[in-house]
């Protein structure tokens, strides 16, 4: 077995491979000086597509492919994601890359700044503006979050072609059925504190959604003040994070086959450190009513980074694989589902993204 596990970070992208996901050999930085929030590793077609978000100060957004595990970069002539002039638009950084499902091959998701998602039928070589989400009369009163104006979670189902969920700062979660066409808001019972409204029926600021590939109906997501669950497909939505040090955080992810299993990253809302200075990924085994910290081989004291909201993710191996990386440069992996973790690199730059495969 081997496993690929992709690192982006402020400055640049890493790549790591392993076949005990113990040792690690790490390669990078590739993408130098440019600031890589969206990673995707596609397997779907039985090779390996690395696709990267790559944002340089000087020359702006742009994306760009490899096919040889990073040894060449491809990027096209014209930028691959682009707003159409009618839109008086212009991309500010793409912040999700999203494979869509293994019955639509060619087909890769991108959700970017400002709040938008776009669509590519070849694989990311091109992509178009998903127009009925642009066009959605909600669309002029979604505003940015702290960390800017982002749509930052696609989820395509796995099963149904037409059915893809987005996620967005600030805006809440929006689901079409219609492969795009027509996109509704499915935000009840997930507060938004800092509206007139507490409970309104869009604008929460959602920090990332996950789905549990064994129910799709099952779902689990970080706001900016809660963890929550949904059971019917994201139509209403509970708390679950009674049994947790805190109710903030950035990332949640779910385990590729066990039905309940999900996993987070809490910190402080005050102060944006986990509880006590203790690094701590936490795993709940019955979707979310109870919840256990892993920690072994993780820092016992004085910790005081975080973890943002697509730097927590799992492989497809069995047993999976767990990682995660931090705003201080350290990025850890875990063979046994949490149980216990090992360092697989330090000193980077400010990890945005962790994405891992098992690769060919």
Known sequence: MDVLLAVGTR???????SRDRRQWEVTGPMLPLADVKAVAIDTRSGGTRLLAAALDSHFGPSMVISDDFGATWSEPDDAPIAFPADTGAALEGVWQLAPGPENQPGV?????????LF??????RSFELVRGLWEHPHREQWFPGGGGKALHTVIPHPVERDRVIVAMSTGGVYQTADAGTN???????????????????????????????????RLFLQNHGELYR???????????????????????ATHPRRPGVVYSFPISSGTRFPEDGRCRVYRSEDSGTTWQGLDNGLPE????????????????????????????GEVYASADEGDSWRLVARNLPDV?????????
Not at 11 to 17: F, P, S, T
Not at 119 to 124: A, E, F, N, V, Y
Not at 188 to 208: L, M, N, S, W
């Open 11 to 17: 400055k640049g992208l890493w790549l790591a491979r």
């Open 108 to 116: 890769v998701y991108a959700g970017v700044e400002p709040s938008a």
């Open 119 to 124: 669509r590519s039928d070849d694989g990311g």
């Open 183 to 217: 996109w509704k808001p499915t935000n009840t019972g997930i507060r938004a504190d800092f509206q007139p409204e507490e409970y309104p029926e869009f604008g929460q600021c959602v920090h990332k959604v996950a789905m549990d590939p064994t129910e799709p109906d």
């Open 230 to 252: 949904s059971g019917d497909g994201g139509a209403g939505w509970e708390p679950i994070s009674d049994d947790l040090p805190g109710d903030f955080g950035f990332p949640v």
């Open 301 to 328: 004291d004085g910790y005081w980074s975080a973890v943002l909201r697509d730097a927590l993710c799992c492989d497809d191996a069995e047993p999976a694989g767990i990682y995660f990386g931090s705003r201080s």
């Open 352 to 360: 945005l993204c962790v994405r891992a495969a098992v690769v060919g």
